[in-house]
């Protein structure tokens, strides 16, 4: 009989996950997956569950990596919510399963997985994608990864000036306090990313938040809301006039409103651009678009597993 799975929970996931050892990890599967050689990567793109009297869904991510023996699936509930709200807008579990014998060998904390490795794939993006001297990173939105792609970029990258937006005064006032300040608080998206080298937007907003007319020309944007066909955080003029990337192809044409509604083209996925097979155009202005991908799940839940092995086995 199999062993029963371990719990490992929030604390726990937090205290082993670090983003040097999740990069790299996450680089080599954004590159597989973009192989689409069945032996590297299975990787469906998520069901979505309508939770429509919550106005959320549930997503439901499963992924297979056959060569390196990993079989997970994560469960996220996300929503829509309203101004004011104290309910979380994403929740999440990751199952990581033994792929010969089928059983569950762990189950474990989604959100510090969520929140890390989006975080690290938009500054993926970035290295990949932005302009070579890049000063200004602005970030509209003010919540949970608003404050994870603060601490990668600022981690990764050395901006002379990040600036912050979110819809109430008091949100930038207390992201501005969370981070211990060195961050330029502004009282509209505009004033923002006007002249911003770097965009990320992390909002839960169901429109377009950023418009294109504000962009500067050869900047980079990492959009990271809006995963529904319905939902926008970008314009059509910026969808339209910048080259866009995404992690997933098929994901992007089934899930993302900035895609979908705009009629804009996906240029390449990340992991084509790793791969080398697709250029990076730094000097145009360009887009990720991030859906979020069970392989993503995959390869953290593997490392969170290892270490968390590990550390128990230590005398
Ligand atoms: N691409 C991916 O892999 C992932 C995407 N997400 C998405 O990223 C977004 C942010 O997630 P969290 O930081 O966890 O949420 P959160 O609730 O912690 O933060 C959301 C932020 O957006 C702001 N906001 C909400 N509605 C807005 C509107 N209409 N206009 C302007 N700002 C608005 C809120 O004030 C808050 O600052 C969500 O859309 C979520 O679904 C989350 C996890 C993974
Ligand atoms: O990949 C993910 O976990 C999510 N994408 C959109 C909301 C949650």
Redesign the pocket.
């Known amino acids: 009989m199999a062993e029963p799975p371990v719990i490992i929970w929030q604390q726990e996931v937090e205290s082993v996950l670090r983003y040097r050892d999740l990069v790299p990890r996450l680089e080599d599967a954004l590159g597989k997956f973009s192989r689409r050689d069945r032996a590297e990567v299975v990787q469906p793109v998520r069901a979505a569950v309508p939770l429509q009297k919550h106005s959320g869904f549930m997503g439901l991510m499963p992924t297979y990596m056959e060569n390196d023996g990993v079989l997970s699936t994560k469960f996220v509930c ?1 929503y829509k ?1 309203e ?1 004011g709200s104290t309910l ?3 929740q999440a579990t990751v199952v990581l399963l033994d792929p010969e014998r089928g059983n569950v060998k762990a189950v474990m904390d989604g959100e510090v997985i ?2 890390m490795r ?1 975080a690290a ?1 938009s500054a993926i993006s970035a290295k990949l994608l932005m302009a070579s001297g890049a000063e200004v990173l602005a970030i ?7 404050l994870s792609h603060y601490n990668i970029f600022t981690e990764m990258f050395s901006f002379k000036e990040v600036r912050v937006w ?3 005064k008091e ?1 930038v006032e207390r992201f501005v306090r969370s981070v211990g300040g060195g961050v330029r608080g502004c009282g509209s998206a505009e004033e923002a990313v006007r002249g911003a080298d770097v965009i990320v937007t ?6 377009p ?1 950023l418009h294109g007319q504000w962009v500067k020309a050869g900047a980079h944007v990492a959009a ?4 529904r066909p319905d939902w926008r955080e970008l314009d059509d003029v910026l969808m339209k006039s910048a080259v866009v990337y995404a992690d997933s192809r098929e994901g992007a044409l089934s899930e993302s409103g900035d895609v979908i509604l705009s009629g804009a083209q996906v240029f390449a996925e990340l992991g084509d651009v790793i791969n080398g097979t697709r250029p990076a155009e730094r000097e145009k202005t360009t887009v990720f678009k ?3 991908m069970g392989v993503e799940d995959a390869v953290s839940a593997q490392l969170v597993f290892d270490q968390w092995t590990a550390k128990q086995t230590k005398p």
């Not at 509209?140 to 608003?146: E, S, V, Y």
């Open positions: 996300f919510r101004k979380p807008a994403v969520t929140t989006t794939v509209l939105g003010t919540g949970t990864q608003a979110s819809r109430t949100n992390v909002t839960g907003s169901t429109e938040v990271v809301g809006a995963c991030s859906l979020g």
